[in-house]
């Protein structure tokens, strides 16, 4: 008997050692339908004929983009010209400790004009205790809903764009708390669509975070307890590039 419970415990141990993981896709594909800021290039996918030889078969493709589209990381070059390029960031600062504040039900109230505030950081850590150290911080505006609607999504007024953001206060917040990655938001820019100044993205690069932008965030992800990777493409000298990212959360 206590033979058979030894075999128990080991069989048990070892299943929770290999606990599984769930793997959320927070990346949209790339595509002609993808959401570029306006005068930046699109996607441009061009499909090359499949080659049938008598052994083997293949097909390959082009495309061309701009950095900034799509699911996308800034670098800190993007605004400090001595900021780290794409290429140049730190592995280690590709995979952080998620964090997600949700103001998906302000968002439904405000729209537009919601702003992510020193309040709502300060709220997330009364819930959840003090952000720790290595968190790529994810704020939902509930905007991945209108993700397959480019006017709604970026709600255009002529020339000008107006979507939710972070604000100064809170972004200073931010920067002094120092235990933060990067910030990730489901909008197509880190600055809320009518920023003159750009003053979030200035400060955050100057102080090495960096940005993700138009992160998917369809799907429920709790305040914390996962794990977030945000793998840009490599670009030599990039400003930004396409990333792709992953929520890893235990099951
Ligand atoms: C994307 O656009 C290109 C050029 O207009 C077209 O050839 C291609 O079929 C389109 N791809 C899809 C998946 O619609
Ligand atoms: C897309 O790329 C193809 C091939 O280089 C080019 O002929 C076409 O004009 C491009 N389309 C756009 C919208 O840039
Ligand atoms: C941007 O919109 C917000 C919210 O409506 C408003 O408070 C702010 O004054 C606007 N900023 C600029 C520069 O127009
Ligand atoms: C996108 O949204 C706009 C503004 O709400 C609307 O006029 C338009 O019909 C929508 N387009 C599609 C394809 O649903
Ligand atoms: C976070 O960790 C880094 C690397 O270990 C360290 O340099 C930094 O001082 C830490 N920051 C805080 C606020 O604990
Ligand atoms: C944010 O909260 C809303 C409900 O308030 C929920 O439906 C949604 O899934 C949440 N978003 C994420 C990314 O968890
Ligand atoms: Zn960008």
Known sequence: MAFKLFWFLIVFVSSQGNCEKIIQDLTWSFGNDTIYWPGQRPFNFTKQQTVAESKYMYSVNEFCAAEHGGTHFDAPYHFYQNGLKVSEIDGFRLFGKGALVNLTDESEKLGRNVRLTVAHLQDWESKNGPFE????????????????????????????????????????????????????????????????????????????????????????????????????????????APTRIFAILNN
Not at 146 to 168: A, C, H, K, V
Not at 169 to 198: H, M, R
């Open 133 to 240: 150290n290595g968190t790529i911080l994810l704020v939902a505006f509930g905007r991945s809903k209108l993700w397959t609607n480019r006017s709604q999504y970026l709600d255009l007024e002529g020339e000008s764009l107006n979507f939710p953001g972070i604000s100064n206060e809170a972004a200073q917040w931010i920067v002094d708390k120092g235990t933060f990655y990067g910030v990730g938001l489901d909008t197509p820019s880190i600055d809320p669509g009518n920023t003159t100044d750009y003053f979030v993205h200035t400060l955050f690069a100057k102080n090495s975070l960096y940005n993700l932008e138009n992160v998917k965030l369809l799907d429920y992800l709790p305040d914390k307890g996962f794990e977030i990777i945000a793998a840009p493409m490599k670009i030599e000298d990039g400003t930004g």
